[in-house]
């Protein structure tokens, strides 16, 4: 079982930054791919970026490629999200979620993904 609680967030203007963090407890977090999602208001959780559980392997969604990064350190057990040039499209809360199965890809479907953190709120002003 993974436990994961989220920091970071908040209010920004467009074009500036802000960093994400989840911090996990549990003995699987290593092993686990992990993902973050958000989700607008009156629309559906989206995937945005995600992580092998090794780390080596990173994808991301078309509208955040170039501008965020993902990165995990499995000795800490943290996943990190680095937003840069944020965009007012970018609100929404953010969600940190460990993947269900062991020792595979990040997967972009929600379905996929067992533990969640409690979400953040990001806000990018006009």
């Known amino acids: 079982q993974v436990q994961l609680v989220q920091s970071g967030g908040g209010l920004v203007p467009a074009g500036g930054s802000l960093r994400l963090s989840c911090a996990a407890s549990g003995s699987t977090f290593s092993s686990r791919a992990m993902g973050w999602f958000r989700q607008a208001p009156g629309k559906e959780r989206e995937f945005v970026s995600g992580v092998s559980w090794g780390g080596e392997t990173t994808h991301y969604t078309d509208s955040v490629k170039g501008r965020f990064t993902i990165s995990r350190n499995n000795n800490k057990k943290t996943v990190s999200l680095q937003m840069n040039s944020l965009k007012p499209e970018d609100t929404a809360v953010y969600y940190c979620?460990?993947?269900?199965?062991?020792?595979?890809?990040?997967?972009?479907?929600?379905?996929?993904?067992?533990?969640w953190g409690q979400g953040t709120q990001v806000t990018v002003s006009s």
């Open positions: 979620a460990a993947q269900r199965n062991t020792f595979s890809a990040a997967s972009e479907n929600v379905l996929e993904y067992e533990y």
